[in-house]
């Protein structure tokens, strides 16, 4: 009988043995799984503080390229005016030029008996020429100097005077008159007379 009971004690003892590491292990797991729900969580925090900064820094990409494409827009627009002002600007200046070429025409043309519309042609081609100033075009002054090629055009000679000293190749009479802009870039060539070389006369001979 006592061999029994101290049978079944055993039996008891291993079973409760059995029972405390299954409740250690239950104890691990849950410990475990606590665990791992905080480091979930922080996870998800983690993940959650990411998306924000993520979504921060898209609408701040998204607001800059708005800003470069509204910038663009406005570039464009200005470019497109200011090149709208360019043509009208040149298409002003080239109509007081070719109003000072017609007035340069008739001026040639009239005699001293006509001295009114000499002083009134005269004083005409003087304002044009300031109004050109004004926008920053200059007349080129060849008139008494050597012809130099990348200014002005030569469409014609003319024959040396007797006891008169030329410049070689002088611009003796301007048909039409050459202009730059203010920052020294050709408009136009002026078109001269220049001096009949020596060298030209002895060639023809």
């Known amino acids: 009988m006592s061999w029994r009971f101290w049978k079944n004690n055993k039996k008891s003892d291993l079973i409760e043995?059995?029972?405390?590491?299954?409740?250690?292990?239950?104890?691990?797991?849950?410990?475990?799984?606590?665990?791992?729900?905080?480091?979930?969580?922080?996870?998800?925090?983690?993940?959650?503080?990411?998306?924000?900064?993520?979504?921060?820094?898209?609408?701040?990409i998204n607001?800059?390229?708005?800003?470069?494409?509204?910038?663009?827009?406005?570039y464009f627009e200005s470019k497109k005016e200011k090149d709208t002002l360019i043509r009208q600007r040149n298409y002003i200046?080239?109509?007081?030029?070719?109003?000072?070429?017609?007035?340069?025409?008739?001026?040639?043309?009239?005699?001293?008996?006509e001295e009114y519309w000499i002083l009134l042609l005269d004083n005409w081609r003087k304002q044009i020429l300031e109004s050109l100033r004004v926008v920053g075009i200059y007349e080129i002054d060849v008139l008494g100097k050597s012809f130099i090629p990348s200014i002005?055009?030569?469409?014609?000679?003319?024959?040396r005077e007797e006891n008169i000293e030329y410049m070689p190749y002088e611009v003796v009479d301007?048909?039409?008159?050459?202009?730059?802009?203010?920052?020294?870039?050709?408009l136009r060539k002026a078109k001269v007379i220049t001096i009949e070389e020596e060298n030209n006369k002895e060639n023809e001979e």
């Not at 390229?65 to 663009?72: C, G, K, L, R």
């Not at 200046?93 to 008996?113: A, C, E």
């Not at 002005?152 to 024959?159: D, R, Y």
């Open 63 to 74: 607001e800059r390229i708005e800003h470069e494409f509204d910038y663009s827009k406005k």
């Open 174 to 186: 301007v048909i039409e008159r050459g202009f730059i802009f203010e920052d020294g870039t050709l």
């Open 93 to 113: 200046i080239n109509r007081y030029i070719k109003w000072l070429d017609d007035i340069d025409l008739i001026y040639n043309k009239l005699n001293s008996q």
């Open 152 to 159: 002005a055009e030569s469409i014609g000679t003319k024959k």
């Open 17 to 60: 043995e059995h029972l405390g590491k299954y409740d250690n292990k239950f104890q691990e797991m849950n410990e475990r799984i606590e665990n791992n729900g905080d480091l979930i969580q922080k996870s998800l925090r983690l993940q959650y503080k990411s998306n924000q900064e993520t979504l921060k820094k898209l609408e701040q």
